[in-house]
């Protein structure tokens, strides 16, 4: 299972586009790039799966190189109520296991 | 996610004391799952199941057991609760593999806060 490495932590401002890069560089072939987002007291909340190039939705983009041992999470325009922590994984490979890091705690300013 | 419900949501109790904590859904999906979050800490896996006839040891499975009762409900038991088992506990849910890629997200509770004293 490939093992995943990001920031522990960010700051931002209201309207700013936030970008949080995660290196997993021992991507397989048949793996997924999947983010979550955890507010406090609250369970994980799935925000976006990719493969590879680019993939968006009504929250937030995800880019991912050619040699997929990277990828970005893209968050445009964020305000206060996206302060939270967001986890990199990476599933796939014969059955659903996710393994959580750390993850990146956003903080948004005013 | 409102549709995976979790009971108690807060509960205090002493060490040596048998707790279960309950997990139901109504996403109507296969498979389940019970993880642990420590302060500043990411989750850990403690079982898992794919169906009712399947139960799986997650990393994190010693002091632990489950039960499938049926589809929709999976619990988590500590046969004697410690204090080192003082934690926020989730379920979770995800639909079955559908081929190509076991990639189904996971649909999470809002957690039990459970502390043992």
């Known amino acids: 299972l490939a093992k995943t490495t990001q920031p522990i932590s960010m700051d931002s401002y209201e309207g700013q586009e936030v970008n949080i890069t995660c290196s997993h560089n021992?991507?397989?072939?048949?793996?997924?790039i999947t983010w979550y987002q955890q507010f406090p007291s609250q369970g994980p909340r799935f925000i976006i799966q990719?493969?590879?190039t680019k993939v968006t939705n009504e929250v937030a983009s995800l880019f991912i190189p050619a040699d997929r041992k990277s990828s970005t999470l893209s968050l445009p325009r964020v305000s206060l109520s996206d302060t939270a922590v967001y986890y990199c994984l990476v599933v796939g490979g014969g059955y659903n296991k996710l393994i959580f890091g750390a993850g990146t705690r956003l903080a948004v300013h005013p | 996610d409102a549709d995976v419900t979790q009971t108690p949501r807060n509960r205090i109790t002493k060490t040596g004391k048998r707790i279960m904590l309950e997990c139901s859904q109504t996403k109507g999906h296969d498979r389940m799952y019970w993880y642990r979050q420590d302060p500043g800490l990411g989750l850990r896996l403690i079982y898992y199941?794919?169906?009712?006839?399947?139960?799986n040891k997650g990393e994190i499975s010693d002091g632990y057991s489950v039960s499938r009762q049926a589809q929709a409900k999976f619990s988590l038991s500590l046969e004697s609760a410690i204090p080192n088992q003082t934690a926020l506990y989730f379920c979770a849910t995800s639909d079955s593999y559908q081929g190509g890629a076991d990639n189904q997200p996971q649909h999470f509770g809002d957690g039990t806060r459970l502390s043992i004293l």
């Open positions: 990719g493969y590879k």
């Open positions: 199941s794919f169906d009712v006839k399947d139960i």
């Open positions: 021992n991507i397989a072939t048949n793996d997924y």
